[in-house]
């Protein structure tokens, strides 16, 4: 099911955060509908720095385009300040949408970028972003492929200015808008009152961040459609990692973790390797 299709029907859609193509299966194993490829866990996973911008596009679209060729889960694709001005952006349109992303979220911050729940974000003009959404809509071939228009105007210049430049970008065309860190249930209800029905409003999920966690069923509740929580699986592996390497480095061996893990058989059976096996037998020289 496209994008636009899920987000026809009445319930939230949740699209959990991943990294890799790893992670993209066990996601759409477990049930997800859609998938958000997160810069900040790409940033996190592949090269073990913070969310700062310094991740590129063409690290981007390489992990979009390996995730998209093993799952047929639309993935929503976190397309940062569009890399650039709004030539830059439609370039990264077009890349991201030939790798196959159903969607590409694009925020209105200032280069150096960074995570949505840091402090010391810088803002470009609304004028200008105003532009970007513009020309992302211009680049895009397929009308089912959203642009996501994000505002991280709350932390630098307060909810109603984050609100004003929302409703620029949703007049600008913008398929889904993203109003980042609301710092209280209260301010969550606040944007949903105004926008709620007239375009689809995405949550962030970030735990330890700025806006307070709610469920899926909250969330619905009071008027949001898209619910992401990007980081959630990074910081899971992180836990776990931690405890893997000091339990290995400790008893020489993983016997007392493995409970806790995959065995060399169970992790073939999650990457289905028999029906690879197969289908490379399947088109083997017979002669």
Do not use: W
């Amino acid at each position: 099911m496209n994008l636009p299709a899920l987000l026809a029907e009445p319930n939230l859609l949740l699209a959990p955060g991943i990294y890799d193509s790893l992670s993209g299966l066990i996601a759409t194993n477990a049930g997800a509908k859609a998938v958000y490829l997160s810069g900040a866990s790409l940033a996190y996973t592949r090269f073990g720095i913070s969310d700062l911008g310094l991740v590129s596009v063409s690290e981007v679209n390489d992990t979009l385009a390996a995730i998209t060729d093993r799952i047929e889960t639309p993935v929503i694709v976190d397309g940062d300040n569009g890399f650039g001005n709004a030539l830059n952006v439609q370039r990264t349109v077009r890349s991201f949408e030939r790798s196959g992303a159903a969607a590409i979220q694009l925020e209105d911050q200032a280069f150096p970028k960074r995570c949505g729940h840091l402090d010391g974000k810088t803002l470009i003009s609304k004028a200008e972003m105003v532009g970007k959404i513009k020309a992302a809509l211009d680049a895009r071939n397929n009308q089912d492929m959203h642009i996501i228009a994000r505002t991280d105007a709350r932390a630098v210049e307060g909810l109603s200015a984050a609100m004003d430049r929302a409703e620029a970008y949703c007049e600008a065309g913008a398929d889904i808008l993203f109003i980042e860190a609301p710092q209280s249930l209260d301010e969550m209800k606040q944007l949903t009152a105004q926008f709620s029905g007239r375009i689809p409003l995405l949550a962030n999920m970030v735990e330890g961040g700025k806006t307070p966690i709610q469920s899926t069923d909250e969330l619905a509740e009071i008027g949001y459609k898209i619910a992401i929580f990007p980081g959630g699986a990074v910081r899971a592996i992180a836990h776990h990692l931690t405890d893997y390497f000091g339990q290995l480095i400790a008893n020489g061996n993983n016997t007392k973790f493995a409970k806790k893990m995959y065995d060399f058989n169970g992790l073939n059976d999650i990457i289905e390797t028999n029906a690879l096996l197969d289908l490379g037998i399947k088109y083997e020289d017979k002669d």
